[in-house]
């Protein structure tokens, strides 16, 4: 039986009086918003977060964009007839692997982000280590079992960020676009986590929320089973989960970027599947979200 026209507009004017208290709530915030994942890969479902984050630039909002692109480099590096070789999780990167990154991350997909926006109507700024970065980084060692230094190349921490540039851009209503290539003290670029640099971003311009969009659904109380996710979780249950190692090495960078966010303030950090449609409206704009929301607690 189809639904009754009637019905359909009702059902829709009620889903905007619930988000007019959220865009009242949320007017002239920053929102920090991490893209990255499976989803990026087609154009059409990362163009659909994208229109999303310009609607909420539209209705008063103030969203930074950070993204990643770890697919794209692998496959670049592998038509570049290079191996990818990861050491705890973390992509070795010499010259010529931060030279392929940088062209993946800089160029090809904060170009693409940029110019979508501009196509939507909104106003986007493009901040990587080929324009002008925002991320200051120094270099990063692993720590073996015997407490020894491991030399994973050119890959970086983050030790600041320009708030005061993202803080400005974002009072001249534009959307900056950061891509995760670093600088170091001597001027020198590294290969920064897309998800750590966006919980300094978070932090640093003291933002309202911290939203993660990947393709995962958030986090599970069991991490294999998929029915087992968690609506809300605390910092606290956080490092119980890990501890249990119910947080592994894909979500485990995910959860230390949020947590570093909620020390430094935010409010709220979230952590959401974008391949479901409007899913960073939903969970900002509803009293129903579709990922996990992260608490301090």
């Known amino acids: 039986m189809d639904i009754p026209i009637e019905q359909l507009v009702i059902e829709k004017a009620k889903s905007l009086i619930e988000a007019m208290g959220y865009i009242q709530r949320f007017n002239e915030r920053i929102v920090v918003v991490k893209v990255g994942g499976s989803f990026m890969d087609s154009e059409s479902e990362f163009k659909k977060v994208l229109t999303d984050v310009v609607f909420m630039q539209a209705v008063g909002m103030r969203p930074i964009v950070v993204h990643g692109g770890g697919k794209a480099i692998t496959d670049a590096m592998k038509k570049a007839g290079l191996q990818a070789q990861f050491v705890q999780g973390r992509r070795y990167t010499d010259e010529r692997t931060l030279a392929i990154a940088e062209q993946v ?3 090809d997909i904060n170009g693409f982000i940029v110019d979508t926006i ?97 393709d995962t659904h958030g986090i599970r109380a069991q991490k294999e089973d998929a029915n087992s996710l968690m609506r809300s979780v605390t ?57 996990t929301e992260i608490l301090l607690g």
């Open 118 to 214: 501009r196509e939507m109507g909104g106003k986007a700024m493009a901040l990587t280590s080929l324009t002008s970065t925002c991320l200051f980084a120094k270099k990063m060692y692993l720590h073996g079992d015997t407490g020894e230094n491991i030399d994973i190349g050119q890959v970086g921490e983050v030790t600041c960020v320009n708030g005061e540039l993202l803080q400005a851009l974002t009072q001249a209503d534009f959307i900056p676009v950061i891509a995760p290539i670093a600088r170091d003290a001597a001027g020198e670029k590294l290969n920064v986590n897309a998800d750590t640099a966006a919980g300094h971003v978070a932090a640093q311009t003291k933002a309202e929320k911290l939203v993660l969009v990947s």
């Open 105 to 107: 991350l800089c160029s």
């Open 235 to 291: 910092k606290s249950q956080i490092q119980k989960l890990i501890a249990e190692k119910q947080i592994g090495e894909g979500m485990l960078p995910k959860v230390e970027s949020c947590i570093v966010a909620l020390d430094a303030g935010v409010k709220k950090a979230h952590i959401i599947d974008g391949r479901f449609p409007h899913s960073l409206l939903l969970e900002i704009y509803s009293d129903q979200g579709v990922g």
